[in-house]
């Protein structure tokens, strides 16, 4: 039987990515990361469309090289439709769907956030085989996103919790913001946190029915308090700096176990994974091992590579698509908003 060799393209937000996957196992991943925004605080749209145009066609040839495959022997594309922001999604789109023409081949349409899921089945080699089994719980945290996500199968999931405001990184990074730490602040905070002591404050926690999530109160109380302490000590924050921020990351962790664990106990599920970039958060994957033991939970937590966005999850979406014929018409057009189905 010949192999299934998918290249995916993801162009969602401010990484351009291209991966050649063969029978689910990796072959090569390229991203080009746009330092463009560094002195923005933040990604800006336009310029990230612009940097996409300049990155798409390198760093495909790339992820060809690298894997070594010629285009001929691709039997389809995928590429992120959504969500995302639009005029990153379009040059992705339009290329995977010229290039799908041009060599005559399936076009596999894929959503990002169940790309983030099933980025625990890219396969590193032959023998990598621990991998949750159906049906688990995910755990999504990104810049833009926190969910909570039922997977029943690879096609078929369900957001059961989401944020009702800011994500999960978006509050590390505004409260990182407040300090006067660079963006995207979380992995300062997590760097500092490490030597700070995690009880020192304590900021109130939201009180949100079901599984969902908000994190704007939180980013709120944590300015009035930085406010009040400056007022009598102005440089309380650089006296406290570790300590602040070991408290408020060990806040925002135990905001997303708290619900995770309730979803665990409701379902009856104790597979759970976790996805997007800040599963790099070292509190949030001790807290994920830590419950491993307490709960009986088997855990799972991907290679810092497939966390963040990358096209290899791209390329394993298209698989597990192309396994079940879902393919997409030349005619589909990107989408900005997240679904709660796909
Ligand atoms: O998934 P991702 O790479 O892209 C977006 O959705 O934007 O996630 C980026 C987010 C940022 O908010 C960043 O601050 C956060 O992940 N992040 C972290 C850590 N590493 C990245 N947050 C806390 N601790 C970290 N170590």
């Not at 999931?157 to 409260?175: L, P, S």
């Not at 759970?272 to 009986?296: C, H, M, P, T």
């Not at 966005?309 to 900005?336: R, W």
Request: charged letters at 20%; proline letters at 5%; a neutral charge.
């Amino acid at each position: 039987m010949s192999s299934i060799i998918i290249l995916g393209i993801e162009s969602s937000c401010d990484d351009t990515s291209a991966s050649v996957i063969s029978d689910g196992i990796l072959l090569s991943n390229v991203t080009a990361n746009q330092s463009v925004h560094a002195n923005f605080g933040g990604v800006v749209p336009e310029l990230a469309s612009r940097a996409h145009q300049q990155n798409i066609i390198p760093v495909v040839h790339e992820a060809l090289r690298l894997a070594n495959v010629q285009k001929t022997d691709l039997n389809a594309i995928a590429f992120t439709r959504g969500p995302g922001l639009l005029g990153s999604l379009m040059v992705g789109t339009s290329f995977a769907k010229g290039f799908a023409q041009a060599l005559n081949i399936p076009l596999i349409d894929v959503n990002h956030l169940q790309a983030h899921v099933l980025a625990h089945f890219i396969k590193l080699d032959i023998s990598d085989l621990d991998k949750p089994e159906f049906p688990f719980l995910c755990l999504l945290v990104s810049g833009g996103n926190s969910q909570i996500i039922l997977v029943r199968s690879y096609n078929e999931m369900e957001v059961i919790g989401q944020t009702i405001d800011d994500a999960a990184g978006e509050a590390f990074d505004k409260c990182a913001k407040v300090m006067g730490l660079p963006y995207p602040g979380g992995p300062h905070i997590d760097r500092l946190a490490k030597t700070g002591n995690p009880k020192a404050f304590t900021f109130n926690k939201p009180q949100i029915p079901e599984y969902n999530y908000s994190f704007s109160g939180l980013k709120t109380s944590f300015l009035y308090m930085l406010r009040d302490k400056t007022k009598e000590n102005p440089n309380f924050i650089t006296e406290n700096l570790n300590d602040i921020c070991a408290s408020i990351q060990s806040t925002v962790v135990d905001i997303l176990m708290n619900k995770l664990k309730k979803a665990s106990i409701d379902f009856k599920i104790n597979q759970i994974a976790l996805a997007g970039g800040v599963s790099a958060n070292s509190a949030l994957r001790q807290a994920f091992y830590d419950y491993e033991k307490k709960y009986s939970w088997k855990v799972f937590i991907p290679p810092f590579e497939f966390t963040t966005d990358n096209a290899a999850m791209i390329a394993i979406t298209g698989h597990f698509k192309y396994l079940d014929n879902q393919f997409c018409k030349m005619n589909e057009v990107p989408y900005s908003r997240v679904t709660n189905q796909f």
